[in-house]
């Protein structure tokens, strides 16, 4: 499946995250964090609708309060669980603005930037 990124937010960046530790950092925030997601994905979040061809990547930012990272989303949540719960993706494409990439990397939540020609596949190995 192709990655695509639909948002109204100047410089945002694809990136492969780290799943667990997507979680693991998600999981600090109670009132946000969703523990399992129940269904089928929504057409929403895929491009177009009606063949799902690409998804819509979801969008954080990664926050330090005292040098301890946190996340908060701006899209995409629902999302997110699907992909590490239902699908069962060890990396997963998000969104994240060009200044937090290097951060990101430094606590191992994003593994690299997402290349042109690289897809979601389930169990998350890439082609």
């Known amino acids: 499946?192709?990655?695509?990124?639909?948002?109204?937010?100047d410089d945002i960046e694809l990136v492969w995250a780290d799943s667990t530790k997507l979680d693991d950092l998600w999981k600090?925030?109670?009132?946000?964090?969703?523990?399992?997601?129940?269904g089928e994905p929504r057409d929403i979040w895929f491009r177009p609708r009606a063949t799902?061809?690409?998804?819509?990547?979801?969008?954080?930012?990664?926050?330090?309060?005292?040098?301890?990272?946190?996340?908060s989303f701006s899209n995409g949540k629902h999302r997110t669980?699907?992909?590490?719960?239902?699908?069962?993706?060890?990396?997963?494409?998000?969104?994240?603005?060009?200044?937090?990439?290097?951060?990101g990397m430094a606590i191992g939540l994003i593994l690299r930037r997402v290349a042109d020609d690289e897809e979601i596949l389930t169990n998350s190995t890439i082609r």
């Open 52 to 71: 799902r061809d690409a998804f819509l990547v979801p969008v954080l930012s990664i926050i330090f309060k005292d040098d301890l990272p946190s996340i």
């Open 28 to 38: 600090m925030d109670p009132t946000d964090y969703i523990a399992a997601w129940k």
């Open 81 to 103: 669980r699907w992909l590490i719960g239902n699908m069962k993706c060890r990396e997963i494409p998000i969104g994240v603005r060009s200044n937090m990439i290097d951060r």
């Open 1 to 9: 499946m192709n990655i695509a990124l639909h948002t109204l937010i």
